[in-house]
């Protein structure tokens, strides 16, 4: 644990055991407000701005936060040290803060002038990613309904009755479940028309998924998995699965190859588009999976699961390298666009950075107080989308990959948070 006075005696700043950063009106001896939380290992330190405006909180997660105090939450995160950071200080003009960690280095910070950071409060439900064309639109399911935002405007364009959403190709419609009806909504002309009408199920469609070329849709209906065919309008495969439930499909970059999975299964199983046969089963899992994932070359998938482990499967040989995790289940994926990172998203409400060629964690941050429902790469890298089961959808501003790797210390710091 660790406290701060503001200069002016009125205002105390804590880190607490439970991870929370909050502060305090000394005279009443009251709460003012919860700050928020910090990741999982808490805080070392804590200072405040000469001004009263700041709070800088240094941690077990090599990053440094910095908290609005008339504003409760994150106004920006420093990352940069590669260890434990354990002293933060403000330099007398307030416009610099130093910072020293277990990796030996003191590093000094020019402060933020704007926020890096914007949440979208409130929406328990899950995010379905970006389209393909800019400025980018954000789809997120909530409450029965889905959205779709304009990132850079941050104004929302369309609030629909639905659910189990998909973006088409193209970035200029998407495919979503309103009661038994498969609906297609086109952005260009904003309208909606009747795709299907599947079948009563016992478990409702699961998985929706679209091929990349947009010509096939593919859901899952209890044990079998529905092939339509946009083109024509027609049901081109029924496949079935020898599982209760499959609710998670995924098409290759080339649209010839299908994955399917179920979270009550440890098996994933690899489907030829060509001939509709399966081509492989994939085990090693010894929970459910609940996240599987085509890398852009096609080449690899990727699954996680509840055994708390990332596969990375070698599809011309059926092998598979493993990434361990410590934080509970793994509840969702993606590979960035250039296939050489791996955003996976945890139980406890971080999201992971792999990399692909050392399969060493790159960094974690945090998305969220609560369950990581989902991780979404912007079609040209520059953002990652992260929604968790507290009510927060995040859209973090993506850096090169040499920025991640070397982890630079600057004022743009790498995974920046963002939310209108």
């Known amino acids: 644990m660790a406290l701060s006075f503001a200069l002016d005696g009125k205002r105390l700043i804590t880190l607490g055991l439970d991870h929370t950063v909050r502060l305090w009106d000394t005279r009443a001896q009251k709460e003012i407000s919860l700050l928020g939380l910090l990741e999982k290992g808490g805080g070392f330190n804590v200072a405040v701005s000469p001004d009263g405006l700041w709070a800088a909180t240094s941690g077990f997660d090599h990053m440094v936060k910095i908290w609005d105090l008339d504003s409760p939450g994150v106004f920006s995160t420093l990352r940069g040290h590669v260890g434990r950071v354990v002293g933060v200080a403000f330099h007398p003009d307030g ?232 934080e509970g289940a793994l509840q969702t994926l993606a590979f960035s666009p250039d296939g050489r990172t791996l955003a996976v998203g945890t139980f406890e409400g971080s999201v992971k950075l792999w990399s692909i060629a050392t399969q060493q964690q790159v960094t974690t941050f945090a998305a969220g107080a609560s369950v990581v429902q989902s991780v979404r790469f912007a079609p040209d890298g520059s953002a990652l989308a992260s929604s968790s089961m507290d009510g927060k959808v995040s859209v973090w501003r993506a850096p090169t990959w040499n920025e991640i790797h070397a982890g630079t210390a600057s004022e743009h710091a790498p995974f920046t948070r963002s939310s209108p």
């Open 95 to 326: 416009e610099t803060l130093a910072t020293t960690g277990l990796d030996g280095v003191v590093r000094f910070w020019d402060l933020p002038k704007q926020p890096d950071d914007w949440t979208l409060d409130g929406v328990y439900g899950v995010c379905f990613g970006f389209s393909e064309k800019r400025p980018l639109l954000l789809g997120i399911e909530s409450e029965g309904h889905i959205d779709i935002w304009n990132v850079s405007t941050q104004d929302r364009i369309l609030h629909v009755e639905g659910k189990n959403a998909v973006w088409l190709p193209g970035g200029e419609g998407i495919v979503f479940l309103r009661d038994q009806a498969l609906i297609e909504w086109d952005r260009a002309h904003q309208n909606e028309h009747l795709l299907s009408t599947p079948r009563e199920t016992l478990n409702g469609i699961k998985g929706l998924a679209c091929s990349p070329d947009g010509r096939m849709l593919a859901w899952g209906e209890d044990d079998q998995i529905h092939v339509w065919d946009r083109t024509r309008g027609q049901e081109i495969a029924r496949l079935s699965t020898g599982e209760q439930i499959t609710d998670h499909i995924t098409f290759s970059p080339d649209s010839m190859t299908m994955a399917t999975c179920g979270s009550a299964s440890n098996v994933v199983r690899v489907w030829s588009v060509a001939s509709w046969q399966m081509t492989r089963e994939l085990r090693g899992h010894h929970l459910g999976i609940f996240a599987i994932a085509f890398s852009p070359d096609g080449r690899t998938l990727a699954s996680a699961g509840a055994d708390q482990t990332t596969r990375l499967w070698h599809l011309a040989s059926g092998t598979a390298t493993v990434l361990q995790s410590d």
